[in-house]
């Protein structure tokens, strides 16, 4: 076939493969779907012990998305790390956070010269899969869009494709610039709250097959889960070996203890950044997390509670990723163009 509108058709037929691959591109991420478009919001008021908890009226959400199945893991962060801190610290892309995570399955790598840093995991089986502890809501931001632009080595990927980096910056009184939401388009972003919520708490099938309600606390439960180690425990949330070992526990060593949607470690493992800004302590504006951390300190797991702090404020704070549906249709539609190219190859040859 040689005539221009079948080149001009075949190159549709690329583009789109592309398209779909570019689309279902996971990038190792183990994504659960997140469905029942149109749900009821969340109205239960606790007016005795949270009296003015955002969560009333909040957690509808209208479409169908994805949320992976486990908080950022130290061999994902890993990549991005290596990609971008190896580099003078006056040559860190704009907003990383100069020192990296606080704590995860990395170590600095021996071996490196420099500049900057360079990690490479433990020595030890856990150590791909420990939660990254000390990310600020920017880094987790810049992370969406090394993911969304093909995780390019390229340091100006890190500043437009989910989150758009010229609104950011800090004014004197404590508050930020920073575009309240992602992108449009956006294939990877820190979920809305309405997402987060919805993904920890909310079941479709709650009182009966698909009659939907909400959870008052993580794991599908009214109830607070039991604090304990791996095999004994619902969480790390809440206990503590006095060595540090709640920070150890890899992700995904509560496999009892589900979202209604198939999520791990929504209680315990770290703080999830959500892309709601609110007060942090009567001062202006924060980002907003959910859920509890490893260990005794900081936040619960009830769907009343919520934290606000500085975008740029790591703690021992991470985040787990919301994506977008892979478009449905483009495998039909290339292979309705490639029958058009075979219609067209015949009626040339019949003339």
């Known amino acids: 076939m040689h005539t221009k509108a079948a080149i001009v058709v075949f190159a549709c037929l690329a583009g789109f493969a592309l398209t779909s691959r570019a689309l279902a591109q996971d990038y ?25 908890s955002p969560a009333i009226g909040r957690g509808r959400v ?13 061999a994902q962060y890993l990549e991005f790390a290596n990609t971008f801190y190896s580099v003078a ?17 990395a170590i600095e790598d021996p071996t490196y010269g420099g500049p900057g840093t360079r990690w490479k995991l433990e020595n030890n089986a856990d150590a791909p899969m420990k939660v990254v502890f000390g990310i600020s809501w920017r880094d987790a931001a810049l992370y969406c869009n090394w993911l969304h632009n093909g995780k390019s080595s390229d340091p100006a990927s890190l500043l437009y494709g989910a989150y758009d980096v010229s609104t950011w910056g800090d004014n004197a009184d404590g508050s930020f610039t920073d575009a309240l939401t992602h992108l449009p388009g956006a294939k990877y972003w820190l979920p809305t709250y309405d997402e ?10 709650r009182y009966g097959p698909s009659q939907g309600g909400w959870w ?27 060595f540090g070992a709640e920070y150890d526990i890899p992700l995904g060593a509560y496999p009892d203890s589900l ?3 198939g999520m791990l470690d929504t209680s315990g493992g770290t703080p999830e950044w959500t892309e709601r800004a609110a007060p942090k302590s009567g001062q202006p504006l924060g980002r907003t997390m959910i859920g509890s951390r490893a260990g005794t300190g900081h936040g619960g797991d009830s769907i009343y509670e919520v934290t606000s702090t500085s975008p ?27 029958i058009f190219v075979l219609q067209r190859q015949r009626k040339e040859s019949d003339t």
């Open 28 to 52: 190792g991420i183990d994504f659960v779907s997140v469905g029942a478009p149109g749900n009821e919001a969340f109205n239960k008021p606790n007016w005795e012990d949270y009296p003015n």
């Open 62 to 74: 209208d479409y169908t998305f994805r949320m992976a199945k486990y908080e950022t893991t130290t």
């Open 89 to 105: 610290i006056q040559d860190l892309p704009p907003f990383l956070h100069w020192a990296g995570p606080t704590e995860w399955g």
């Open 196 to 205: 987060a919520l919805k993904a920890s708490h909310y079941d479709p099938n």
């Open 216 to 242: 008052l606390n993580k794991n599908a439960s009214d109830l607070d889960p039991i604090p304990g180690p791996p095999g004994v425990g619902e969480t790390s949330y809440g206990w503590t070996d006095g």
């Open 259 to 261: 979202s209604p949607w």
């Open 312 to 338: 740029s404020s790591t703690g021992l704070y991470g985040f787990r990723i919301a994506s977008a549906i892979p478009a449905p249709g483009s495998v039909g539609l290339a292979l309705g163009l490639r």
